[in-house]
């Protein structure tokens, strides 16, 4: 399986990024499909995850400002990011678990804050 990420760039303090995360089995029959991050010098963290049932989870940090949705049609699931601060920079990254317990990693799309 493998997972592309896009929507990541630089933006100012207060602005706004989507990012994508297309999958290239369907994302029916997930566990739990999601966006970590990782900011240099700092361990990766859980940003927002969507279950299955379409439950979601967000890390205290940035909840109120991004939002986690899913289109199955389309493999994909976003991550609406708004009010962004220069705290949000780092390497975002997609994960998915599927139902059979396979996890799978994309590769990192970089957010830059500017302040």
């Known amino acids: 399986v493998q997972l592309q990420a896009s929507g990541g760039g630089l933006v100012q303090a207060g602005g706004s990024l989507r990012l994508s995360c297309a999958a290239s089995?369907?994302?029916?029959?997930?566990?739990?499909m999601g966006w970590y991050r990782q900011a240099p010098g700092k361990q990766r963290e859980l940003v927002a995850a969507?279950?299955?049932?379409?439950?979601?989870n967000y890390a205290d940090s940035v909840k109120g400002r991004f939002t986690i949705s899913r289109d199955n049609a389309k493999n994909t699931v976003y991550l609406q990011m708004n009010s962004l601060k220069p705290e949000d920079t780092a390497v975002y990254l997609c994960?998915?678990?599927?139902?059979?317990?396979?996890?799978?990693w994309g590769q990192g799309t970089l957010v830059t804050v500017s302040s």
């Open positions: 994960n998915v678990e599927y139902s059979d317990y396979t996890n799978y």
């Open positions: 969507i279950t299955s049932g379409d439950s979601t």
């Open positions: 089995r369907r994302i029916f029959n997930i566990n739990h």
